[in-house]
């Protein structure tokens, strides 16, 4: 069965730092390319970062470039976002993404809100 499962996120104050983690299991992860999407409500589902296989290559969103960093560790089948520097209009709920061909999986989300 295949699972995705975020982590990490919760309430913190601007210009404040989180790391989220996406622990994956049921597939072969390290074929997969693994991306970090985000939902602010009324807004739509946007790319925040992706990084392929197996060499790693990234992509980030210009909203949110330079202050994350995605990084995967394919021993531990998990990817991870590094998260500096956050300010309120990063809230949102954060979902981990797998893709591999037409193949696709989702996490569930996990919650981030930046506030004083």
């Known amino acids: 069965q295949v699972q995705l499962v975020e982590s990490g996120g919760g309430l913190v104050q601007p210009g404040g730092s989180l790391r989220l983690s996406c622990a994956a299991s049921?597939?072969?992860?390290?074929?997969?390319?693994m991306s970090w999407y985000r939902q602010a409500p009324g807004k739509e589902r946007e790319l925040v970062a992706s990084i392929s296989n197996p060499g790693g290559s990234t992509t980030y969103a210009d909203s949110m470039k330079g202050r994350i960093t995605i990084s995967r560790d394919n021993a531990k089948n998990t990817v991870y976002l590094q998260m500096n520097s956050l300010k309120p209009e990063d809230t949102a709920v954060y979902y981990c993404?797998?893709?591999?061909?037409?193949?696709?999986?989702w996490g569930q989300g996990t919650q981030v809100t930046v506030s004083s």
């Open positions: 049921g597939f072969t992860f390290s074929m997969y390319t």
């Open positions: 993404r797998a893709t591999l061909g037409f193949r696709q999986y």
